[in-house]
């Protein structure tokens, strides 16, 4: 979805990015608005999912004893 929103919206220039056929971009963001139940013809739907995908990646990960161990 990043680079969906970095190529202002455009499923053309975010498949060339991303090396897949524009369809697959349109079905991946299909099954988003599909899941989450936010529109993305919907400026405010948009908005929530722009919002909670840069809190997402924001959030500080819990360690994991793999990540703990001292390896």
């Known amino acids: ?3 969906w929103f970095d190529c202002g919206g455009s499923a ?15 079905t991946r963001l299909r099954r ?9 013809t919907d400026p ?5 999912l722009a919002t909670a995908l840069r809190a997402v990646r ?6 994991t004893p793999e990540s703990t161990d001292g390896s």
């Open 58 to 63: 924001q959030t500080p990960r819990p360690s």
């Open 1 to 3: 979805m990043d680079v």
């Open 32 to 40: 988003i608005a599909e899941r989450t139940g936010r529109p993305l």
């Open 44 to 48: 405010r739907g948009i908005t929530e």
């Open 12 to 26: 053309e220039e975010a498949a060339k990015r991303l090396y897949v056929h524009p369809d697959t971009v349109r």
